[in-house]
């Protein structure tokens, strides 16, 4: 029972989700990676010029939110990544603890859930 028991054309609505949940986190991940390279170079002018710049702790500040975001996005593509390779090698809406289908309605909520709904109350 290592099967997904979807058929083709539910897994193919989740893989097309997940594609397009793909390409969003992507576009999400450049943006950033725009920002944070203004930040970077403006904190270090900051620097540059002067010690005791009030700008600062505002610049450190808006840098930790920057990075807690981008590591949201780079966790949500990791997620999405490993779920597009889970439907390529046909283990996808199969509970990585113990081997039971995930019900669709969880995927439909979830795409990239990797157990299913017991296991994941029992992991919190
Ligand atoms: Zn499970």
Not at 113 to 120: H, K, Y
Request: charged letters at 30%; aromatic letters at 4%; a negative charge.
């Amino acid at each position: 029972m290592t099967a997904t028991m979807m058929t083709p054309a539910q897994l193919a609505r989740f893989e097309a989700r997940l594609l397009a949940e793909r390409a969003d986190a992507e576009e999400r991940l450049a943006e950033f990676d725009g920002v944070m390279t203004e930040v970077r170079i403006a904190r270090t002018d900051a620097t540059a010029d002067d010690e005791h710049d009030p700008e600062g702790p505002t610049m450190t500040q808006e840098w930790s939110q920057r990075s807690a975001v981008l590591a949201d996005v780079r966790a949500e593509l990791a997620d999405v990544d490993r779920a597009i390779a889970r439907i390529a090698n046909g283990s996808y809406g199969v509970c990585t603890n113990c081997g039971k289908r995930i019900t669709v309605a969880r995927l439909d909520a979830r795409p990239t859930a990797e157990l299913c709904i017991d296991c994941a109350r029992q992991a919190r």
